[in-house]
């Protein structure tokens, strides 16, 4: 199959932008069309056509367990789809879309049963990207849209990744450049009273409680080995190919620590890598040291994540050390994806 390559300039008047109506074309006619979102690049098909959510599984490869997110353009569409939004949902909604924030509400029972894998409740969001935004009008489908990665890579924040994962597999990707965020929305149940994180993202669990007070934390979040109920959070993640550390502490002792354990891994023969915040690069020596962001913008951090950890298996990296984060925020997201990728090998120097 050919994948088409549309460049979308964002600036550009996207309602009527030839590139989006086509792939909204290809959408109503159950093809698969991949398009940025602020967090990550999404692969979206009409989430009422089965056959064209079956291709999804097939295309990325992913277990048919894991439930997708369902896009809409705005809120009018919400209720041909969802039964009933509870107050907390209400208030989140509010505040955050379009935004970086997943609802699991519960559905109607016309979806394509797929998508729900088999589940009475839906994950729904309205995400604020323009090119997403743009397609999901064009189409005048609700979009069901997993991140466009291959099912165990990093999300894909840049077209180049989608083509990497997926060129051949899928009918065609709307490249917006690279996305803002950079971690996947932030998915909370509404259907329970306090609701409960499912997976940290782009709206951090602060500006949750902000909003609703009181939040839970899905145990499967904080204990690795408890079965998380957001099924999507039990499969290895954003793994690189080589072995992963992440090394939290503070300063000094967290790049003497990384150091310590890379100049072992050297001595055992390894291709080693390092990853870390702009204040600590020049510290570390390496086969590849990689940057990403700066200490005094967290967000900076969430946004190159992911095209840091696919340069590591762009090279060929064989061992990497992570530097780790102190959990708030947004790099309480950040923590979370890291420790999927080492595949839970976090070490704190304070303690361990
Ligand atoms: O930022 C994002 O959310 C991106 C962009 C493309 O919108 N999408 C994304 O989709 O990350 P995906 O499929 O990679 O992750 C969806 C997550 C999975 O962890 C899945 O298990 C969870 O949402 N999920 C979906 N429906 C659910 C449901 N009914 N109950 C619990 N978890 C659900
Ligand atoms: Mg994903």
Redo the contacts with the bound molecule.
Sequence with gaps: METKHWQIDVEADLNHHPAIREAATLLREGRLVAFP????????ASATDPEAVASIYKAKG?PSD????V?LADEQGLKDWVREIPESGCLLARRFWPG?L?L?LP?RGNLAPQ???G?????V?I?SHPV?LALLKNSGLPVA?????RSGKP?PTEAGHVRTDLAGRIDGILDGGATG?G???T?V?VTVTPPVL??P??ITLEMLREVVGEVRVDPGLQEERKSP?????KYRHYAPRGEMWVITGEGEEQVNRIQQMVDEAVRSGKKTGILCTEEHASRYRADWVVVCGTRSRPDTIARELYAALRRFDEVGAQWIAAEGFPPRGVLYSVMNRLSKAAEGRVIDPDRD
Excluded: K, Q
């Design positions: 979102t602020e967090t990550v690049y999404g692969l979206g992913r894991n439930p997708l997110i896009h970086p997943t699991i559905h998508v729900t894998a589940l009475p409740t839906v994950g969001r995400p997403a849209a997993p991140s466009a990665n999300s965020v971690v996947e929305s998915v149940d499912l997976r993202g782009g109920r957001s099924p999507g959070m």
